[in-house]
Antibody, heavy 121, light 110 residues
Framework: VQLVESGGGLVQPGGSLRLSCAVSGFSFSGYYMDWVRQAPGKGLEWVGRSRNKDHNYITEYAASVKGRFTISRDDSKNSLYLQVNSLTTDDTAVYYC?????????????WGQGTLVTVSS | QSALTQPPSVSGSPGQSVTISCTGTSSDVGNYNRVSWYQQSPGTAPKLMIYEVSNRLSGVPDRFSGSKSGNTASLTISGLQAEDEAGYYCSSYTTSSTVIFGGGTKLTVL
């Protein structure tokens, strides 16, 4: 079972990035998938969620990123994405791709290794 | 929505028990039995330990237990071992259909 994030890097304030998460080892299409971030030396912050096909791929976001971040998924490619726009220095963090445990809505049972996004001029 | 409230740090000697609290509101912890606990060692991704208040994930030692009363959830680690030294985070589902985390607690095994 693997979740492998990519796409992080250094970006200027106001810039954009698209993060990707490639999944293997479980039936990706059946699960809700989340993004969680962690600023350097800080705690965990839930970013948002993509529900599965059975729940119409509904997306939900934390208030701090709503309107700037967009989560999408491609079940045919077993991949989850996070488009991040209008970045500020407060968005500097490691971004984790996370699987939601089946049958639950708030238990995050599989985590990727994370990809670092640094927002700086 | 503010983070759930956890003590910044707790400590205990090997063999002792420690309890980490996680206080929320009636819009999250108090409204659902959907509290989880995560363990994070430095430089690694978090690991789910306890879900839905008191269910241990497969492979988690039974030294780890969870409970909840009102707006406060708790993680108790009994028979502390050196390997338990890590950061611990609680989380809860909310009435806004989002997930909220606690600020994290650093456990030191003396």
């Amino acid at each position: 079972v693997q979740l492998v994030e990519s796409g992080g890097g250094l970006v200027q304030p106001g810039g954009s990035l698209r993060l990707s998460c490639a999944v293997s080892g479980f039936s990706f299409s059946g699960y809700y998938m989340d993004w969680v971030r962690q600023a350097p030396g800080k705690g965990l912050e839930w970013v948002g969620r993509s529900r599965n096909k059975d729940h119409n791929y509904i997306t939900e976001y934390a208030a701090s990123v709503k309107g700037r971040f967009t989560i999408s998924r491609d079940d045919s490619k077993n991949s989850l994405y996070l488009q991040v726009n209008s970045l500020t220095t407060d968005d500097t963090a490691v971004y984790y791709c996370v699987k939601v445990k089946g049958g639950t809505v708030a238990s995050l049972d599989l985590w990727g290794q994370g990809t670092l996004v640094t927002v700086s001029s | 929505q503010s983070a759930l409230t956890q003590p910044p740090s707790v400590s205990g000697s090997p063999g002792q028990s420690v309890t980490i609290s996680c206080t929320g509101t009636s819009s999250d912890v108090g409204n659902y039995n959907r509290v989880s606990w995560y363990q994070q060692s430095p430089g690694t991704a978090p690991k789910l330990m306890i879900y839905e208040v008191s269910n241990r994930l497969s492979g988690v030692p039974d030294r780890f237990s969870g409970s909840k009363s009102g707006n406060t959830a708790s993680l108790t680690i009994s028979g502390l071992q050196a390997e338990d030294e890590a950061g611990y985070y609680c989380s809860s589902y909310t009435t806004s259909s989002t997930v909220i985390f606690g600020g994290g607690t650093k456990l030191t095994v003396l």
